[in-house]
């Protein structure tokens, strides 16, 4: 498994779009604050970088205070085919622009994909039960889980897709 640290936003961070590849990498995982409105798909150079991944988990949290106009076109993210990947876990879901955009890039990319999980919990509070207080989060919860159910018609035939 490799871990990746993302700190500042977007226009920030300028991931190559020549990333080395990682062709023995099996499981992803990205933890990073987004804002929220804009987009995350600079990620998908380390995504198709990695030809072998099986599992990719993304863990965010909404800066909801920082304020940008649009979000980046998605016709800008290079289009991979992800032979391998079969899971794929949001942690953080909010159901804004920013989660859908990507979430719509990989199930369009991810061609043997068997199980989409979308934890709309804030990353460090995972491992306890849902609670209003315990995990605030700015903007509506039944939105969240009505644009994660979006996903579903999305979904290949085979594949299976988990609200938490």
């Known amino acids: 498994?490799?871990?990746?640290?993302?700190?500042?936003?977007?226009?920030?961070?300028?991931?190559?779009?020549?990333?080395?590849?990682?062709?023995?990498?099996k499981h992803l995982e990205l933890k990073f604050v987004a804002v929220a409105d804009e987009s995350i798909l600079f990620f998908s150079s380390i995504i198709g970088a990695s030809p072998g991944l099986i599992?990719?988990?993304?863990?965010?949290?909404?800066?909801?205070?920082?304020?940008?106009?649009?979000?980046?076109?998605?016709?800008?993210?290079?289009?991979?085919?992800?032979?391998?990947?079969?899971?794929?876990?949001?942690?953080?879901?909010a159901g804004i622009k920013t989660d859908v955009q990507l979430a719509n890039y990989l199930l369009e990319t991810a061609i043997s994909l068997e199980k989409?999980?979308?934890?709309?919990?804030?990353?460090?509070?995972?491992?306890?039960s849902w609670n209003e207080e315990l995990c605030p989060m700015p903007g509506n919860r039944e939105a969240a889980l009505l644009s994660a159910?979006?996903?579903?018609?999305?979904?290949?035939?085979?594949?299976?897709?988990?609200?938490?």
């Open 149 to 164: 159910k979006e996903l579903q018609r999305k979904l290949p035939p085979r594949a299976q897709l988990i609200i938490v």
């Open 116 to 128: 989409i999980i979308v934890d709309r919990r804030i990353p460090r509070y995972t491992r306890t």
């Open 55 to 93: 599992k990719l988990t993304l863990k965010y949290d909404i800066d909801w205070a920082t304020r940008h106009q649009t979000l980046s076109n998605p016709e800008q993210a290079r289009r991979y085919s992800h032979k391998c990947l079969n899971v794929i876990e949001f942690v953080g879901w």
């Open 1 to 25: 498994m490799c871990y990746l640290f993302v700190f500042g936003s977007a226009r920030c961070v300028g991931f190559p779009s020549n990333f080395p590849e990682f062709s023995n990498l």
